[in-house]
């Protein structure tokens, strides 16, 4: 049976007209490595972002799950490592809602580590030419959020499963309309680098299952 990947992007937010975590995964390819691939938007939303992610692995039962979120400012996609118990927000959520020094969860650890292959996925990337790193913040914000349910999920419910979370650039588009353009990387482009983590999460994944690849 082929391995039922969830991919996720986010709602534009801030003020962007688009987010180009969710313009890459749109156009990602149905199967990779002979996965199936699940697409799905979340809003950028404190705890309704986690309840629709939660939703949409009780419909789909994936075995590796992965938020994708934009990271405004950085300079390469960003494989998170951690995700943290914290909610404090450097800007509203798209309800208006901005939590401040609160815990994600009354009954969960400070932090929790992905249990994807991050590494690999990283030097994926990397051999595809596109700029990567292993990241050790996801921030305070939505993308913290979610990784944190879902982490969080995979230690209390769903234990077989493999989740994370991975921060892209602004898309070219986003950077050329402001005053002192960030980094930047095109959409195609950080869809390849997408395709490339995942390959590498779905390989290690029959890896270790025994199968062939």
Not at 62 to 73: H, K, S, Y
Not at 116 to 126: F, G, N, Q, Y
């Amino acid at each position: 049976m082929a391995v039922q990947v969830l991919i996720t992007g986010f709602a534009p937010f801030g003020g962007e007209k688009i987010n180009p975590a969710w313009e890459a995964v749109e156009i990602l390819p149905d199967q990779i490595e002979g996965a199936n691939i699940v697409k799905a938007q979340l809003p950028v939303l404190f705890g309704r972002g986690a309840e629709v992610l939660a939703q949409l692995v009780a419909v789909h039962r994936p075995e590796i799950t992965i938020c994708v979120g934009q990271a405004g400012g950085r300079a390469a996609v960003a494989v998170e490592r951690v995700a943290v118990n914290l909610r404090d927000a450097a800007m509203p959520d798209n309800s208006g809602n901005a939590p401040a020094d609160e815990p994600i969860m009354a009954d969960g650890p400070a932090a929790y580590f992905s249990n994807l292959p991050t590494r690999a996925m990283a030097e994926a990337i990397r051999a595809q030419g596109i700029p990567a790193v292993l990241s050790y913040s996801a921030g305070t914000y939505v993308c913290n959020d979610v990784m944190y349910h879902l982490l969080y999920w995979i230690d209390k419910r769903w234990p077989q499963m493999q989740g994370g979370f991975i921060h892209v650039p602004y898309d070219i588009s986003q950077a050329a309309g402001k005053p002192s353009p960030p980094p930047s990387l095109p959409v195609p482009v950080i869809a390849r680098a997408l395709e490339a983590a995942i390959g590498a999460a779905v390989r290690a994944r029959r890896a270790e299952a025994g199968v062939s690849v």
